[in-house]
RNA sequence: GCCCUGAUGGUGGAAUGGUAGACACGAGGGACUUAAAAUCCCUUGGCCAUAACGGCUGUACGGGUUCGAGUCCCGUUCUGGGCACCA
């Protein structure tokens, strides 16, 4: 009987079987190290899979099927981020519940990820949306909202232990993360009622309710995070965002600044990532300077990173929405300041971005600069953000190109600070050179305590560092650090997510108490906003919502006859992405969000994959939540993800047909003229001069490369069943293509399950991994698929003879046999560690056909070779393994360890086609001439069988490493 | 503007400072076949040259270090990504 490779029937037995044998389940065993494996969950979209989503998966089930073969215990769990805008529109439009899409769509992708054959524990899979997994969102939200962060032991602690010290001793003592900084005495803390305490509280805890600017999106009708924001518009969707002040729940993220900063260090994550994250929470260490305002006792505070700039002083500049502005605007200016802040006040958030001119209004005030002494004015400009820092600037013209630009517009001097600058046309913003003009004369600057600063003559490093110095020394300010990194916006205006355990007493935000949890979300007849405005929980008959929550509202309003209202509000999507690596260690916990046996045990993830693109989203606020849940020891370590391989996108061909303006005329690519349309910035097309628009055509109407396939054109869609297609000469249809981001509105998704279903789950495995760097995104090219089908079927053909009966036998192996399987050994255990795969797809090319070339039959070589390819390829490897008369499954092999010895027995390596060159390679001395190690190399008894009868045409030795010998037969 | 990546054939991409272009795709040629498919073999960076041997050149560009540089250092030009009135 002969024995294909069937991978159909393979695939199909071996999916069936591990489910049988529960090959992939995995439980604690303090016996075995463990390892933890980590996908970034999928959101479960209605295209389903293409083949860009497993590419993550595929590197990182190697990577586990590996480990695990290297005797691991090892995790690798899947699950599903399920809340998400898309199942939410869906459900606005169609009026299906968003539940219900979401499973389908989930039942769909678990269809396709199960075909390429994964090694997930799908006892511990996951859905955000679940009550039993948002159970514990909820709850470390309320652990959150219970604990304050502690600036000196930079730590969250329960929110009692601020109550006390307020009790007892005020404001005073203790630095706190706070929203603004707050002073009050034991007796007035204790003088406030319940409102009034729960409202100074919020400005300490760390899930607070704040009144703060938000990005406000009216289409969306919620409000977004900052990372959800890109380039002023929203990310889903491209909707404008504005700036709009609201109440909303907040995570007081910027707390763990410095953390989040110093863990960086600590991890393996790519340089790209980190340095995105750095630039994210934006450290900068500087001074705060106290200015007091002329002729009254108003002072407000400057931050500035170039304190060494003080002499050139020659304005100061309040961001309109400071609250500074009102107080310090005199009565004769009244007028002009009211109308810039209307004006500022009506520009979007994206226009403020991409117009940089410059605008501003004199408040008609004067500040004192502390060192020289002298009057500035004080000017608002929206070039100053509220934001940041203290939302006012010292202006140093000389010394900074926005000051400049500004000082310019408005007609105010400009004192050069750094010897040989010459700011006639420009500022000089690089902080190197020597210090000059500070102070011009003796006189301009002022006397503190006997001492007065003088700069001249010191580098700018130099004198930033006196300037601090004294400033700190005569208090005048303080050497503070600020961060870019803002506190997380934490509510959102929408139906599907999950609901705030919060209810409102009296107006005081109160927790719904923890027995009752989770809080579950409520059926509603419609998905969009009330009609009052509210969110679309505001729909929800108030405490009809089911048992469960009739209890918590029974439970929690015991002590009062009133209803009182809940939290309409639900979290974002970051809110369940954030700690369910944990959950996975212990899914099924009621009473914890993990156990301390599992969180012991599991740690924190060893390898995580995923895409860049989380940067500054999931990854920023995984880290805060994780860094929060260490705090309270729940969580292990300080760090959720240890190494973090981000995959690049695998992008898709996008094919274009060209219809004529106005008719159903289709023209093929190589007849049309292409023009460019310097003003759109794109080409534009005509045919016989009237214009032809691209339109997006499906790949499947595409046939050798770039030809539109006319037939399955006009039946793909009913709108081109009648077209008239017109062809070149050579009655060809060519269409023009683009490489873009795979998405189903452009036809260009290639389906997993197609190339399953030709070629099978091996082939695609090994094929995406072929396709390049795993870091690097890339186009879909099928082209290559047919190179690892190949190679595939001559792997299996190493096993089998013609009459398909297993043909390893006990032989012993000769030593290029055992060569070549170390050689591939070696390479193959560096690119897994290394996580370069697609070098190792050619290695187990080259290696089967030297040993198909070596008839090689001996198990010693074939078995570990089955179990080299088995994270690749598993179904074939265990078919294989099986073949070979095992009874276990490959996956409780064990991985081969190289060893050394079997590449010096055999130490000339011949090429496998014999092209009239051999390569001896020998290591040597490294003051080996290279006489001497062609003499020992020629003279070698392995040399020696490949010389015998040859002639050396040729020799080239490259010191301490390498002979090449170019030989012919004599003649 | 600042920060981070990268630049190698027709293509994807290999090369601990040591034969540049592994492996694959594509292309060309051949074998088998009535034919096709499948399979197998050969050639394939460029230029020059040949009956044959061969020679020169070559990793974005310009320098440098080294016995030796795709790799290390300095400068330049582009590609991709991040941040951006962040003081």
């Known amino acids: 009987m002969a024995r294909d490779y069937n991978f159909q029937e393979i695939e199909r037995k071996w999916h069936q079987k591990w489910n049988e044998l529960h090959t992939y389940k995995v439980t604690e065993d303090e016996e075995k190290k463990k390892f933890y494996v980590l996908n970034m969950f999928p959101y479960p979209s209605g295209a389903g899979l293409h083949v860009g989503h497993p590419l993550g998966y595929i590197a990182s089930d190697i990577y586990a099927r590996y480990k695990r073969l290297q005797g691991f215990n090892v995790l690798n769990p899947m699950g599903y981020d399920a809340y998400g805008l898309p199942a939410e529109q869906h459900a606005i439009k169609t009026g299906q519940h968003p539940e219900i899409s979401t499973f389908q769509n989930i039942d769909h992708y678990r269809e396709q990820l199960d075909k390429i054959g994964f090694s997930f524990d799908w006892d511990r899979e996951v859905r955000t949306c679940t009550p039993d997994y948002y159970h514990w969102t909820q709850w470390a939200f309320q652990k959150m909202f219970g604990s304050f962060f502690c600036n000196k032991e930079q730590k969250a602690k329960p929110i009692e232990a601020l109550v006390a010290h307020f009790e007892k001793e005020g404001t005073a003592g203790w630095d706190v993360a706070c929203t603004e900084e707050m002073q009050f005495t034991a007796e007035e803390w204790n003088s406030w009622d319940e409102k009034k305490q729960s409202d100074v ?116 500049v309040l961001a309109p929405e400071s609250e500074l502005v009102d107080q310090v605007t005199t009565a004769g200016q009244r007028a002009q300041v009211d109308e810039y802040i209307k004006y500022v006040k009506s520009r979007t958030e994206r226009e403020r971005m991409i117009d940089h001119t410059v605008t501003g209004v004199f408040s008609g005030a004067y500040g004192i600069n502390p060192i020289t002494g002298d009057r500035c004015p004080i000017y608002i400009a929206e070039y100053v953000l509220a934001g940041y820092g203290t939302g006012a600037i010292m202006a140093v013209p000389a010394h900074d190109s926005r000051d400049y630009a500004f000082a ?61 110095r004294f400033v700190s020394a005569h208090n005048l300010g303080r050497v503070k650090v600020n961060y870019r990194l803002r506190d997380a916006i934490f509510s959102r205006q929408r139906y ?95 009473k914890a969000l993990v156990s301390e046996k599992a969180a012991s045990y599991w740690q924190n993830v060893d390898l995580y994959v995923g895409g860049s693109e989380h940067a500054t989203g999931h990854l920023i606020y995984s880290r805060f939540w994780n860094k929060f849940l260490f705090d309270l020891g729940i969580s292990k370590k300080e760090e959720p993800f240890q190494k973090l391989i981000n995959q690049g996108m695998i992008q898709g061909w996008s094919s274009f047909v060209f219809r004529v303006k106005g008719t159903q005329t289709y023209v093929s690519y190589d007849l049309l003229d292409v023009q460019y349309d310097d003003a759109a910035k794109k080409n534009r097309f005509f045919y016989q001069g009237t214009e032809a628009d691209p339109i997006y055509t499906d790949i499947s109407t595409v046939k050798n490369g770039n030809q539109l396939d006319v037939d399955k054109f006009r039946a793909w869609m009913p709108e081109f069943k009648e077209a008239r297609i017109v062809t070149n000469e050579a009655g060809h249809y060519i269409i023009s293509q683009a490489i873009e981001k795979m998405s189903k509105s452009k036809y260009n998704v290639v389906n997993p399950d197609d190339i399953c279903e030709r070629y099978g789950a091996d082939t695609l495995r090994l094929y995406e991994m072929f396709l390049g760097p795993i870091e690097q995104s890339k186009p879909w090219d099928v082209a290559g698929i047919d190179g690892c089908f ?68 001996s198990r010693k070589v074939l078995e570990p070779l089955a179990v080299l390819i088995a994270p690749f390829c598993p179904h074939v490897a265990e078919e294989l393994w099986e073949a070979m008369g095992h009874t276990t499954t490959v996956c409780d092999a064990t991985w081969p360890v190289f060893e050394e010895k079997y590449m010096v027995e055999s130490m000339v390596k011949m090429p496998v086609q014999f092209n009239g060159k051999v390569r001896f390679t020998m290591t040597f001395e490294a003051s080996a001439t290279p006489d001497a190690i062609l003499e020992a190399v020629i003279g070698a008894p392995e040399a020696a069988r490949y010389l015998e009868g040859m002639e050396v045409v040729k020799k080239i030795v490259v010191p301490g490493r390498i002979v090449n010998l170019v030989i012919k037969p004599k003649n």
């Open 201 to 316: 509280l919020m400005n300490y805890r760390l899930a607070f309710m704040g009144e703060t600017m938000v990005n406000w999106c009216p289409q969306l009708g919620t409000v977004l995070a900052n990372d959800e924001v890109v380039n002023g518009v929203s990310e889903r969707g491209g909707y404008p965002v504005e700036q709009k002040k609201m109440r909303q729940w907040c995570l007081r993220v910027s707390a763990y600044s410095q953390r989040l900063l110093d863990g960086l260090d600590t991890i393996q994550w790519s340089d790209s990532i980190k340095e995105t994250q750095k630039n994210w929470i934006g450290r900068s260490e500087g001074t705060e300077v106290e200015i007091s305002v002329a002729d009254s006792d108003i002072r407000f505070t400057i931050f500035t990173t170039r304190a060494d700039t003080m002499f050139g002083v020659t304005f100061f």
């Open 408 to 468: 310019r517009h408005f007609g105010l001097p400009v004192i050069p600070l750094v010897e040989g600058a010459d700011v006639s046309e420009e500022s000089y913003d690089a902080k190197e050179g020597i210090v000059t003009n500070s102070p011009v004369s003796k006189d301009k600057s002022v006397e503190y305590d006997g001492e007065t600063l003088c700069l001249n003559g010191l580098s700018i490093k130099e004198a930033i560092r006196e300037t601090k």
């Open 496 to 590: 599907w997510g999950e609901p705030f355990p919060v209810y409102y007493r009296h107006g005081i935000p109160t927790m719904i108490p923890e027995d009752c949890l989770p809080v579950k979300l409520p059926e509603v007849e419609k998905f969009l906003p009330t009609a009052t405005g509210e969110p679309p929980l505001g729909n929800a008959q108030m405490w009809a919502w089911d048992e469960v929550n009739r209890k918590v509202v029974d439970k929690a309003l015991i002590d009062d006859s009133t209803v009182f209202p809940i939290e309409l509000y639900t979290m974002p999507g970051f809110a369940g992405s954030s700690a369910y690596y944990l959950r996975y260690m212990d899914p099924k916990n009621d």
């Open 790 to 857: 190949r190679f595939l079927k001559k792997f299996w053909t190493l096993y089998f003879d013609k009459e398909g009966n297993v043909s390893c036998d006990d032989s012993e192996p000769t030593a290029d046999n055992m060569k070549s399987l170390h050689k591939l050994i070696r390479k193959v255990t560096a690119d897994i560690e290394a996580f370069s795969y697609n070098t190792s797809v050619p290695a187990f090319m080259v290696a089967t056909t030297e040993l198909s070339q070596q008839k090689c039959r």
